[in-house]
């Protein structure tokens, strides 16, 4: 519910605010602006346990009629089995080039939202070597032994953070695309767990109405 809620709130602010100086509907309707819908594939790499897994994310935007930019609303899912995270957030992609029209270069920021779930994560008393190296209340939680003294983590939560990212298109017409992008997702922690951060790597396709 608390996604559903900020993706609402993040498609209504850019709207509000244009119409101040370009109404993006009207926009739209003479043509100026096109409306893009992107899905994207691939695999996301989680500091967490550093092993490639599933990632998948789909997006609708307004992008200009001539490119250059995008400003894109996206909802994006990772699953390793152990952590699920469901975000949403607000992605700018920005032409490197003003006169890309075939094969292009891009950058990309944004801000999300994100639930998410931990299941059965094992807790080896600190992470990445926090200065203390036990955490008052993990005393207080049940342990187990493999060698190490460990608890058993199942828990959910919710986070706010940044990405940033590289992508490379090519045009197929002026309505269809492919593109590649790399993004790097400053994720923090649940439950005092530090997940570290989410690089993920997806093959997309876009379309323009």
């Known amino acids: 519910m608390k996604v559903i809620f900020f993706a609402l709130a993040l498609l209504v602010s850019p709207v509000v ?29 989680l ?5 490639r897994d599933f990632f998948g994310y789909a997006s609708v935007g307004i992008t200009p009629a001539v490119g250059v930019w995008q400003v894109n609303l996206r909802y994006s899912r990772f ?30 920021a944004g801000w999300n939202y994100a639930d998410i779930d931990l299941n059965n994560v094992r807790k080896y008393g600190y992470w990445y070597h926090h200065k203390d190296k036990w955490h ?8 187990y032994y493999d060698g ?28 269809f695309d492919t ?17 570290g951060h989410l690089r993920t790597l997806s093959l997309n396709l876009s379309y323009r109405f």
């Open 136 to 143: 008052p209340l993990d005393r207080e939680d049940d342990w």
């Open 79 to 108: 699953d390793d089995s152990r952590v699920k995270i469901n975000q949403v957030g607000l992605n700018f992609k920005v032409d490197f080039t003003l006169n890309c029209y075939v094969q292009c270069l891009y950058w990309m």
């Open 47 to 51: 500091q967490l346990n550093s092993q």
């Open 179 to 195: 593109s590649i992008e790399y993004n790097y997702n400053d994720i923090g922690s649940i439950y005092r767990v530090n997940l």
């Open 17 to 45: 605010s244009a119409v101040e100086w370009n109404n993006p509907f009207e926009g739209i309707e003479s043509g100026e602006y096109r409306v893009i819908t992107t899905l994207g594939l691939g695999s996301g790499d």
């Open 148 to 175: 190490y003294y460990y608890h058993v983590i199942n828990a959910n939560g919710s986070d706010t953070f940044w990405n940033l990212g590289l992508g490379y298109r090519f045009m197929w017409n002026p309505d």
